[in-house]
T-cell receptor
Framework: QQQVKQSPQSLIVQKGGISIINCAYE??????FPWYQQFPGKGPALLIA?????SEKKEGRFTISFNKSAKQFSLHIMDSQPGDSATYFC???????????FGTGTRLTVIP | GAGVSQSPSNKVTEKGKDVELRCDPI?????LYWYRQSLGQGLEFLIY????????KSGLPSDRFSAERTGGSVSTLTIQRTQQEDSAVYLC??????????????FGDGTRLSIL
């Protein structure tokens, strides 16, 4: 079963707009939540990550919001640009685990 | 520096044949991971190697799948008697796990495997 549920499956945003991608999980042992960005034909690349001891982390135009009680986290892309068009994956990992559990991905298209 | 390198980038083979996929991790990275990415799905964990420890094979979907890592560096994922459902992109990642369990995983560009 999917340990991390991601939505929406696809997203179209105007240039300059805000892109929001949501993820939810059930396993309370998860303690590390990274987001990966993947361009066609390339492997995923780490974008930003958060631990559950903070509710928000910002790096440039990218912000992770984390709601521990709701077991949800989201990626906000401010001032979205055409170059941000890619597939975004959320992921989660429990303490000491050897692997990441990935969401099913969101294909973002930013139109000029 | 050089990133994670995977070969071949594309592989087309007939059902029932065996295939070998290769991964060269980033030099010095002790941890190596294999994932499978099927169309419309997220990445599915297959196997994990860390140093000289026994690998974590908990994600391998069947006994047709195996992997080895020689000398703590290069890894080979082998799929025997391939089936059409094995068609996917196989991704390798490495991390500097000696610096902690939360070090970023660096991915290669994958091998796109197509089973006819």
């Amino acid at each position: 079963q999917q340990q991390v549920k991601q939505s929406p499956q696809s997203l179209i945003v105007q240039k300059g707009g805000i892109s929001i991608i949501n993820c939810a999980y059930e396993n309370t042992a998860f303690d590390y939540f990274p987001w990966y960005q993947q361009f066609p034909g390339k492997g995923p690349a780490l974008l930003i990550a958060i631990r559950p001891d903070v509710s928000e982390k910002k790096e440039g135009r990218f912000t992770i919001s984390f709601n521990k009680s709701a077991k949800q986290f989201s990626l906000h892309i401010m001032d979205s640009q055409p170059g941000d068009s890619a597939t975004y994956f959320c992921a989660a990992s429990p303490g000491g685990a050897n692997n990441l559990f990935f969401g099913t991905g969101t294909r973002l298209t930013v139109i000029p | 520096g050089a990133g994670v390198s995977q070969s071949p980038s594309n592989k087309v083979t007939e059902k029932g044949k065996d295939v070998e996929l290769r991964c060269d991790p980033i030099s010095g990275h002790t941890a190596l991971y294999w994932y499978r990415q099927s169309l419309g799905q997220g990445l599915e964990f297959l196997i994990y190697f860390q140093g000289n420890s026994a690998p974590d094979k908990s994600g391998l979907p069947s006994d047709r799948f195996s992997a080895e890592r020689t000398g703590g560096s290069v890894s080979t994922l082998t799929i025997q008697r391939t089936q059409q459902e094995d068609s996917a992109v196989y991704l390798c990642a490495s991390s500097d796990r000696d610096r902690g369990a939360r070090q970023p995983q660096h991915f290669g560009d994958g091998t796109r495997l197509s089973i006819l």
